[in-house]
């Protein structure tokens, strides 16, 4: 089934005789039984408004539909949403409501914040069939905020999106990168750490092997200023290299972004959220073919052996594993039994027969 507006979308949800698969470009690796139910047919910006920082888009909207028209302006989405196909070897196009749905958010979410920090509305049709509407087409209209932050990350569980709205921001002038090398886990957390506590605003911060990376955006003037600065505040760390090319500072976030280094190696493939400071050991502990840091270490990307339960090895640190590419676990950590039953009460609200990517939650 392929809906081309709200109406069709409702027809077909409403008279659904069983589960429905819910797809927009299919690149995110999400699977589960059911007839598929694609948002692709329902395509297109809707409303783009420069001046006001807002742009309104149908769900199936290819993402480098909208990434381009901000870019003629001059402006950009501000949570920088990685690109999967590489890591799990899928193919098609990836879609503005995918990009909520699974509320992705790259590298700068240190410094903008994830997608649903962006999202100002959506429009969607629940388990009923009903179209419902929350939020706004501008900052100030905050009415049904919160509901628009709910179904960020919800993975059409709760309903299927027909139109999402953002604010976004202005692009920068140009980038640099501070690298640090020869740096063990821990020392590049805490190298992390200075750089994000510090007042220089830097918008990246990750750590591969060993090199440490600390990106810095803005005015040409600016940047300089704030890259001087910052290797002198890391200078105690070793060796300090400055990468001042816009292009491959470019194509350098965009590898830590994409998952790059796993793209071409066999093994499960995890995504944990964890206390920076936490990260190291968890690391050491993990048994990892090769790990990626993020977010100044407060998410991490472990390579492991096919088949094997992560969530087992992370000990008593507190955090998130989520089974990215692989079988055999639960894509999701399993909920507390307090907020799982929180969870389960939400989604029978949304969807009470259970049809819209059913199991996906666990």
């Known amino acids: 089934m392929k809906p081309v507006d709200e109406k069709e979308l409702s027809e077909a949800i409403a008279g659904a005789e069983g589960p429905l698969r819910i797809v927009g470009g299919g690149t995110r690796g999400v699977d589960c039984a059911g007839d598929v ?13 420069p001046g006001a920082l807002t742009l309104v888009a149908k769900a199936g909207t290819p993402l480098a539909e909208v990434e381009a028209a901000l870019a ?12 999967h196909r590489g890591l799990l070897g899928t193919d098609g196009v990836p879609t503005i409501g995918g990009v909520v749905a699974a509320n992705i958010s790259g590298p700068r979410r240190v410094q903008a914040g994830a997608c649903r920090d962006s999202l100002i509305g959506v429009r969607f049709v629940d388990g009923r069939g009903e179209v419902l509407k929350s939020g706004g087409r501008v900052m100030k209209n905050v009415t049904g905020y919160d509901l628009v932050k709910l179904l960020a990350g919800s993975y059409g569980t709760l309903g299927v999106l027909t139109e999402v709205s953002f604010k976004v921001l202005p692009d920068v002038e140009t980038a640099a990168c501070v690298v640090l090398h020869g740096l063990d886990d821990g020392q590049a957390v805490a190298a992390m750490a200075r750089a994000l506590g510090s007042p220089y605003e830097v918008t990246g911060a990750a750590h591969d092997g060993g090199r440490t990376m600390l990106r810095i955006e803005g005015f040409a003037e600016s940047v300089a200023y704030r890259v001087g600065r910052l290797r ?14 816009p292009v491959q500072v470019s194509a350098m976030w965009r590898e830590v972004r994409d998952v790059a280094p796993f793209h071409s190696r066999e093994g499960d493939v995890w995504r944990i959220s964890v206390k920076p400071s936490d990260a190291p050991d ?3 502990g993990m048994g990892a073919e090769a790990v990626v840091y993020d977010w100044g ?29 692989g079988n055999g676990f639960a894509r999701f950590h399993p909920e507390p039994a307090g907020l799982a039953k929180i969870s389960a009460g939400i989604r029978a609200q949304f969807d009470p027969r259970g049809i819209l990517n059913a199991g996906v939650m666990g």
């Not at 329902?42 to 783009?48: P, V």
């Not at 003629?72 to 690109?83: C, V």
């Not at 002198?232 to 090319?245: A, M, N, R, S």
């Open 37 to 49: 139910l694609s948002t692709a047919g329902m395509a297109g910006i809707t409303l783009y408004d």
């Open 297 to 325: 270490g407060g998410l991490v990307w472990a390579l492991m052996a096919k088949g094997t339960d992560l969530r087992a090895r992370m000990g008593d640190v507190r955090g998130h594993a989520t089974l990215v590419r």
């Open 282 to 284: 968890m690391v050491a």
């Open 72 to 83: 003629a302006e001059g402006q950009r989405l501000p949570f920088e949403p990685m690109d």
């Open 232 to 245: 002198d505040l890391l200078g105690g760390f070793g060796e300090v290299e400055v990468l001042d090319d």
